[in-house]
């Protein structure tokens, strides 16, 4: 049945083949001779917000034992932040694994300075208390200028039992700020937002739970970063010469033996998508970078017919706008739906012209090809309180789902290391629309139930709602959502608020005489270009 199924569908009608990855060099595909780029056999599971990802990932770390290991890899980490109801830390979570003779490896970003609202300190803070318990975490700084290693991933490996392998990967820090729930009340260990998201900012954010081979190219993405020969700081031709000669920053043990496959989970098809510059020096398993985020994505919207939906922190480079509002001119039924944070995380007079003015830009062309067919929102907590929106999420015609690291910016598809996962699930949605891009390809259980569970959250409805199901008619639900909600604020003394957290996402304009330094600050500061030069002239990924 598993078989007939498939035949329905070419997963490479969808996910990026080998050539089409751009990078001979990784391991993920060159260890294959069926010319695939993904993993069939997986169990996928989505988790939704910081309180089930924190939960799960303390649950499996807590049962480890001896020469079990563990991976993880981060651009921030709190050592402090509790990680379970009884206040153990993810420090605490990680170094008792060591004690107990797991081996832990860790490469977190070496972060810019705390004085300009990064996490050098909390980094370094982390990386002591797990190596001093016997584990071993690196600070990376392998990194284009001005770039961030932003791969957030965990995984956990049995070498004794390969069928309780798994990796968690998606948007989520071991961070504070991240432990929130579906209340959206915020994490007790707040995090400094911008003051209109109040004292204890909500946060709303998704991680994948990853069972299955899909595994073991996760566990390729970390070795090929910790056994890359460079020097881990970031330093000057000369300096980073020496510190190759003198062994200084470089791994103090190599990784245990390579494990095999784990065993198949269930009916998930999934791909490894990475962001990686192109550097100097180069990275080893990446010479000219790789920028499968990127061409993964373009490729999915290719095929859209009825609904993209989209979660993303910043979504404001031009150049991604651009691809939607071909979409859009292509398919007169297409919609595009989008959730982002209603303000950004930092809005002061520097840092926010910048970034809502690139925003401004990008959802101009998007809604400009796509009209009403198009709905931009942010979202609230029952008080009024705006939410922090810090996911990443695609889910397209109920059939391509993926779920990452990555941001809708140029800085994400070319610049920083990012870390996602698509998948697209066997199994079939036999509920109606049963085939909502009307190409054959049938609405697949995994994206449907993501996308429906994150409605539910944000419509204030239940995830069997019938309305939810009806694609066709998502840009007007949406709306009339937003609206009524909308409509209530403004009436005082009115007790019943409309279920739903949405409203229209409007940006604070920029004054026009600040509109050319902020310009200027967004394409070199905020949103840089790793491309080689040939692409960037060419403006492919």
């Known amino acids: 049945m598993l078989i007939v199924r498939w035949l329905v569908m070419r997963l490479d009608d969808w996910f990026l083949t080998p050539e089409e990855r751009g990078n001979p060099m990784t391991e993920i595909d060159s260890r294959r001779t069926e010319g695939i780029a993904w993993t069939e056999g997986n169990h996928v599971t989505f988790l939704i917000d910081g309180v089930s990802y924190f939960t799960s ?73 797990v190596t001093e318990a016997g584990g071993e975490v690196l600070l990376d700084e392998r990194v284009r200028r001005g770039g961030s290693h932003h791969q957030k991933m965990v995984l956990i490996r049995h070498p004794a039992s390969l069928e309780r392998d798994v990796a968690f990967i998606g948007g989520i820090d071991l961070s504070h700020g991240r432990r929130d729930d579906a209340g959206h009340d915020g994490d007790q260990q707040v995090i400094k937002l911008d003051p209109r998201y109040g004292r204890r900012p909500p946060w709303h954010d998704v991680q994948l739970e990853i069972r299955g081979p899909a595994v073991t190219e996760l566990d390729h993405t970390f070795r090929e970063r910790w056994e890359d020969p460079t020097p881990l700081n970031h330093a000057g031709r000369l300096r980073s010469q020496f510190s190759r000669v003198m062994s200084r920053d470089r791994v103090a043990r190599p990784l245990p033996a390579r494990l095999g496959d784990p065993p198949t989970h269930g009916d998930h098809a999934v791909q490894v998508l990475r962001t990686y510059p192109s550097r100097r020096p180069r990275y080893s398993f990446a010479p000219n970078g790789e920028r499968s985020v990127a061409r993964a994505f373009a490729k999915a919207i290719n095929r859209a017919r009825t609904l993209i939906y989209i979660e993303d922190q910043y979504f404001w480079s031009v150049e991604i706008a651009r691809l939607l509002a071909e979409a859009l001119r292509r398919q007169p039924g297409l919609q595009v739906i989008g959730v982002v944070p209603r303000y950004p995380d930092k809005d002061s007079k520097v840092s926010g012209p910048p970034s809502r003015l690139a925003q401004a830009r990008a959802l101009a062309i998007v809604q400009n090809a796509g009209g009403e067919r198009v709905g931009i929102y942010d979202v609230e907590n029952e008080i009024g ?25 140029r800085r994400s598809w070319t610049h920083d290391s990012e870390l996602s996962c698509a998948v697209i699930d066997s199994e079939l949605d036999e509920r109606i629309p049963l085939d909502p891009g009307g190409l054959g390809d049938r609405s697949r259980k995994f994206a449907r139930a993501l996308r429906l569970s994150l409605w539910a959250e944000h419509l204030g409805r239940s995830a069997d709602d019938p309305e939810l199901l009806n694609l066709a008619h998502s840009s007007v639900l949406w709306y009339e959502s937003a609206n009524a909600l909308e409509g209530w604020s403004s009436r005082l003394g009115e007790e019943n608020r409309p279920p739903g957290r949405i409203r229209s996402h409007e940006i604070d304009p920029v004054p026009f005489v600040s509109q050319r330094w902020a310009g200027l600050a967004y394409r070199l500061i905020f949103d840089p270009d790793g491309r080689p030069l040939k692409l960037r002239l060419r403006r492919r990924f």
């Open 57 to 129: 990932l303390a649950g499996v770390i807590s049962s480890l034992e001896p020469h079990d290991e563990v991976r993880f890899t981060d651009w921030r980490g709190d050592g402090d932040e509790r990680v379970s109801g009884d206040g153990t830390s993810i420090a605490a979570l990680l170094a008792n694994s060591c004690r107990r003779g797991v081996d832990v490896r860790g490469l977190l970003w070496r972060s810019h300075s705390d004085r300009f609202a990064f996490s050098s300190k909390e980094n370094r803070r982390l990386a002591i208390e």
């Open 385 to 409: 309180t705006p939410i922090y929106v810090h996911a990443k999420v695609c889910v397209i015609d109920d059939v391509w789902a993926t779920v990452g690291s990555d941001n809708l910016n």
